[in-house]
Nanobody
């Protein structure tokens, strides 16, 4: 499986961005695509995930009500709304065999896309 993340950029507080994660190769219905982020000087953290087949979604408590995750064909989207400066990070998508927030369980990773929230 190969993943290609895109869509990052510079946005003002309160703004929105949509990140994309294009998947190629064999993605099974039981697989999960997750989004993680890593801010400067901080550990990488779980943001959201979606089951490929049934599209069940999971969101970290810190982004619930602001972020949504969805899938259309071979692309997973992470919609970022009401962005805050603390959302600034490099965002990565990755795939795992089943749902988990543990990044060590994710086998294939995209290259990351920078999101900067600043006025």
């Amino acid at each position: 499986v190969q993943l290609q993340a895109s869509g990052g950029g510079l946005v003002q507080p309160g703004g929105s961005l949509r990140l994309s994660c294009a998947a190629s190769g064999r993605v099974f219905s039981s697989h999960v695509i997750g989004w993680f982020r890593q801010a400067p000087g901080k550990e990488r953290e779980f943001v959201a995930a979606i089951r490929w087949g049934v599209r069940t979604t999971y969101l970290a408590s810190s982004v619930k009500g602001r972020f949504t995750i969805s899938r259309n064909q071979n692309t997973v989207y992470l919609q970022l709304n009401s962005l805050k400066p603390e959302d600034t990070a490099v965002y990565y998508c990755a795939t795992a065999n089943s749902y988990t927030m543990n990044q060590n369980e994710y086998r294939y990773w995209g290259q990351g896309t920078q999101v900067t929230v600043s006025s």
